[in-house]
């Protein structure tokens, strides 16, 4: 990377750690003010008037700071370019609005198909984890790393889902984590569970599809804590959204055969 290239990151690097924690205190905002009101976009696909609020002043905040950058946001949409920030407001808005804190706000900043930046702040625990491509992943400033574990009689992975895709798909991949002794669980924001594999609190996560404002910041946080993911952002995926995977080394390549989704790294 370029001198120049190197330097613009940087900037870009500070501005998304100071953005992703002023729109926490909006979403915190929020979450005390109990905006439990929201309607549906979809089957189980939530919208609550904080969602729009935090991608809005992230909208703004990106077009004043950086305005040939572009802007793709799960409420709003927008535009691809060569550099596009990938946003979504509120990852886990079902536990947001039932008033559970386990939700987040996710940023990628993504340059000609490589995840740069990833940033993921939960403001009701004051967690931000951060990563910058080829310069590891931290959690409050502190370095982390995936877990050691390697048997699934002490494995406890994620397995995320959504009406996205077929029940059955999803049956069959849990019983056979069931099978191989995993502990799965399902906690509703994609983001925090690929951020928690990074982190170690939890051994693996995937989904059969996720879009890219949920995923693109924690598969960049797992992959500089030393863990393995799968192939994401092939033809499409940054609109359309594509199975994911993520997991500690020890039992990546099991993880990999029981929800049938491949490994990259
Ligand atoms: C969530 C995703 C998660 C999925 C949930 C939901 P949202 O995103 O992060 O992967 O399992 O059903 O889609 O809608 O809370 O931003």
Avoid at 15 to 25: D, H, T
Avoid at 102 to 128: R, W
Avoid at 175 to 203: C, P
Avoid at 208 to 224: F, I, K, P, Y
Wanted: charged share 20%; proline share 4%; aromatic share 8%.
């Amino acid at each position: 990377m370029s001198a120049e290239a190197s330097a613009s990151l940087d900037l870009r690097e500070s501005f998304c750690q100071r953005i992703v924690r002023s729109a926490g205190e909006i979403a915190l905002a929020g979450f005390k003010g109990r905006d439990t009101v929201f309607r549906l976009k979809g089957p189980q696909d939530f919208l609550t008037e904080t969602d729009g609020a935090v991608e809005s002043h992230l909208r703004a905040a990106v077009a004043r700071a950086f305005p040939t950058d572009a802007f793709l946001g799960e409420e709003g949409g927008g535009d691809l370019g060569n550099n596009v920030w990938v946003v979504d407001p509120i990852d886990g808005t079902a536990n947001f609005a039932r008033g559970i804190p386990h939700y987040c706000i996710s940023i990628a900043f993504v340059s000609g198909q490589e995840i740069e930046l990833g940033a993921i702040y939960n403001p009701s625990l004051d967690e931000l984890y951060f990563a910058r491509r080829g310069r590891g992943a931290t959690l409050n400033g502190k370095p982390i790393a995936v877990a050691t574990t390697s048997s699934f009689d002490a494995a406890c992975v994620e397995f995320g889902w959504s009406p996205r895709e077929p029940n059955s798909a999803y049956i069959a991949g849990f019983a056979a984590l069931l099978e191989l002794g995993a502990n799965v669980r399902r906690a509703a924001s994609g983001a925090l569970g690929l951020a928690f594999v990074a982190d170690g609190r939890s051994d693996a996560y995937a989904e059969l599809h996720m879009n890219s404002w949920d995923c693109l910041a924690g598969l960049l946080l797992v992959r500089e804590a030393g863990g393995r993911v799968g192939r994401f952002l092939r033809d499409g995926a940054l609109v359309q959204g594509g199975p994911v995977i993520a997991a500690a080394p020890g039992i990546a390549n099991a993880m990999s055969g029981a929800v049938g989704l491949p490994l990259e790294n």
